[in-house]
């Protein structure tokens, strides 16, 4: 079973500029949460999608949105970029569904790194 | 605001020692995961436990659940430089929500 995918790995832009991430989920899964990962921070929740519906959002401007499509495919945006911005970008799969933790366990990508000078 | 408070935040042990790391919250999840995260890698799903004092055990990893479902620990014994990495919990709420503690940086020396 494949397991979830992000592209691309790495990516520079610069302040002002906008980006777009893309998440695979695995097979059979519905729910896709993106998390911001920073040194100082950790990892922040930013939302999460289930059935190309956001169920859930984090503390974030709404320079960040995402989308989800009807194959669980998700995106990430971020407009006008801000330094602060830098980050590695993980999204995280899961079957999303109640009736158990088992069926909430995430399973994470390898992530984004984004550099914004 | 539920919050998940790891200790200690580094750990830098020799080859062959034991080690605990907390995890405590004032909230109570309906269960807990654990997850191991290298360097520029996406964190790695160790264990899930669900029901308040449960102890789950991955060979050299000894997992456990308060009996109130408000905090966990993990203990490793004999650590190795391959357990080197971030240690990250995640409680998970009702909402479908899971909330991530700052992650704690174990390194081991050979």
């Known amino acids: 079973k494949a397991g979830v995918t992000q592209t691309p790995r790495y990516l520079i832009k610069t302040r002002g500029q906008q980006v777009t991430l893309s998440c695979s989920p695995i097979?059979?899964?519905?729910?896709v949460s993106w998390y911001q990962q920073t040194p100082g921070q950790g990892l922040q929740f930013l939302f999460e999608?289930?059935?190309?519906?956001?169920?859930n959002k984090g503390n974030f401007p709404g320079r960040f949105s995402g989308r989800q499509f009807s194959n669980s495919r998700s995106e990430m945006n971020v407009s006008t970029l801000e330094l602060g911005d830098s980050a590695l970008y993980l999204c995280?799969?899961?079957?999303?569904?109640?009736?158990?933790?088992?069926?909430?366990?995430?399973?994470f990508g390898p992530g984004t790194r984004l550099t914004v000078l | 605001t539920q919050l998940l408070e790891q200790s200690p935040q580094f750990l830098s042990i020799q080859e062959g020692e034991n080690l605990t790391v907390y995890c405590n919250s004032s909230?109570?999840?309906?269960?807990l995961q654990w997850y191991r995260q290298e360097p520029g890698e996406g964190p790695v799903l160790l264990v899930t436990?669900?029901?308040?004092?449960e102890v789950k055990k991955l060979k050299r990893l000894t997992f456990q659940f308060g009996d109130a479902r408000k905090d966990s620990s993990l203990h490793i014994t004999a650590a190795q430089p391959g357990d080197t990495g971030l240690y990250l919990c995640?409680?998970?709420?009702?909402?479908?929500?899971?909330?991530f503690g700052a992650g704690t940086r174990l390194f081991v020396k050979a």
């Open positions: 995280a799969s899961s079957m999303g569904l109640a009736g158990g933790p088992t069926y909430n366990e995430q399973f």
């Open positions: 097979s059979g899964h519905r729910s």
């Open positions: 999608y289930f059935s190309e519906t956001q169920r």
């Open positions: 909230s109570v999840f309906s269960s």
């Open positions: 436990v669900v029901t308040g004092g």
């Open positions: 995640a409680g998970l709420t009702g909402g479908f929500k899971t909330i």
